[in-house]
């Protein structure tokens, strides 16, 4: 069983439905409800039998063949799943777990997914080619709505030259946790990844380095995906896209690691 396969098997979910599974629901639903209106509207204007008969089964295809592909659409679209879910945690007004961070964190999409839970709202702002101080604007909006977690991960875009440039991402990072410190969120940091670029190693190591040490000290919980998902070249190849970001595989080992750190704090 490789690292992935286990991921999902480790995956704890509580209240959780597939997907597909929802879908068949909201269509045969969609459809007896409107068969049932139909038959209603029939009987009132007294259509003969067979012609309601036939009207009744138009009915039925018609729903199947429209709304069954609109379905499917959006179960195999994260992105239309991801807005789908922001608006209805909105409407809800329920804020659990927020992400931020780059394009890595943006690309997990929909992370209750990841994570294998339902029951909780999950928010995803991440946005790709961020740094880690303009990161600092969605720690402040984090903070202002007063979600109970938020994971960051960020400094894959700071340009890492020496190590002065590598103290200032590293600054930037503790005040974005310091932002949320303050608002009593708890943040859960994940690690900096290694990238295709060879050269980066050194200070990647360096900027981990501070950021761990620095969790350490504040009791702050992270996450370090490099153990997982890399070899001494960077990413493996099976769980990226394009040797810098992250593939499905990927993603479902990170939300294991997500999964196990919410249980530890009983929050599952």
């Given amino acids: 069983m490789n690292i992935a396969d286990k991921a999902i098997k480790d995956i704890k979910k509580p209240f ?5 599974l929802v879908a068949v629901i909201l269509l045969v639903t969609l459809s007896l409800v409107t068969t049932v209106a139909n038959t209603n509207i029939l009987s009132y204007f ?3 039998v067979p012609i309601s008969r036939i009207l009744i089964v138009i009915s039925l295809l018609s729903n199947f063949f429209i709304t ?3 379905l499917a659409i959006i179960i195999m679209d994260e992105q239309i ?3 789908i879910y922001l608006h209805a945690a909105a409407y809800f007004g329920k804020h659990d777990i927020a992400f931020i961070g780059d394009s890595i964190i943006k690309g997990g999409h929909v992370w209750a997914t990841k994570i294998g839970v339902y029951n909780l709202n999950v928010w995803n702002y991440g946005h790709g080619g961020l740094t880690t101080k303009q990161v600092s604007f969605y720690a402040q909006r984090v903070a202002k709505e007063n979600f109970k977690f938020c994971f960051v991960m960020c400094g894959g875009n700071d340009e890492f030259n020496d190590s002065n440039s590598v103290l200032q991402s590293y600054r930037d990072y503790i005040a974005n946790l310091q932002i949320l410190k303050i608002a009593h969120v708890e943040a859960i940091v994940t690690l900096l990844l290694y990238n295709k670029i060879e050269n980066n190693r050194k200070h990647i190591d360096e900027f981990n380095n501070k950021i761990r040490i620095y969790c350490i000290g504040n ?3 992270f996450i370090d995906l490099n153990s997982f998902l890399c070899d001494g070249r960077g990413l493996k190849k099976e769980y990226t896209r394009d040797g810098n970001h992250l593939n499905f595989k990927a993603y479902l080992i990170w939300g294991r690691e ?4 919410l249980h530890e704090k009983k929050y599952l």
């Fill in 219 to 221: 009791q702050i919980n």
């Fill in 46 to 48: 007294n259509y003969p």
């Fill in 68 to 70: 069954f592909p609109l």
């Fill in 16 to 20: 959780c439905m597939d997907s597909l």
């Fill in 258 to 261: 997500i999964n196990r750190i």
């Fill in 81 to 83: 799943q991801q807005q």
